[in-house]
Nanobody, 122 residues
Framework: QVQLVESGGGLVQAGGSLRLSCAAT????????RGWFRQAPGKEREFVAA????????DYANSVKGRFTISRDNAKNTVYLQMNSLKPEDTAVYYC???????????????WGQGTQVTVSS
């Protein structure tokens, strides 16, 4: 069983920073390919960032490129999303996910955390 638990969300002013963490437990996919997605109220879930099993390759949505950084510490079974220069449009529930393939498509991810709220005020 794989479980993903996000943390680090909160309220921040525009231009500020937050770091999200996602701890993974379980035997099979603890160090699977990982991704971050987000969903704002009334909006569809969208891809944010992804990282390969060993952290060698990353992918970002154009909307966050240059501002967000995904990383992982496999010894801790944890993936991070460092979010800088936050904008009000970044406000959403952020979800950590795990997949067997490196992908930006949510359908490729078979394990999901419960989400953490990020609110950026202006």
């Amino acid at each position: 069983q794989v479980q993903l638990v996000e943390s680090g969300g909160g309220l921040v002013q525009a231009g500020g920073s937050l770091r999200l963490s996602c701890a993974a437990t379980g035997r099979t996919f603890s160090n699977a390919n990982r991704g971050w997605f987000r969903q704002a109220p009334g909006k569809e879930r969208e891809f944010v960032a992804a990282i390969t099993r060993n952290g060698g390759t990353t992918d970002y949505a154009n909307s966050v490129k240059g501002r967000f950084t995904i990383s992982r510490d496999n010894a801790k079974n944890t993936v991070y999303l460092q979010m800088n220069s936050l904008k009000p449009e970044d406000t959403a529930v952020y979800y950590c996910a795990a997949s067997q393939r490196f992908s930006s498509r949510d359908v490729e991810y078979n394990y999901w955390g419960q989400g953490t709220q990020v609110t950026v005020s202006s």
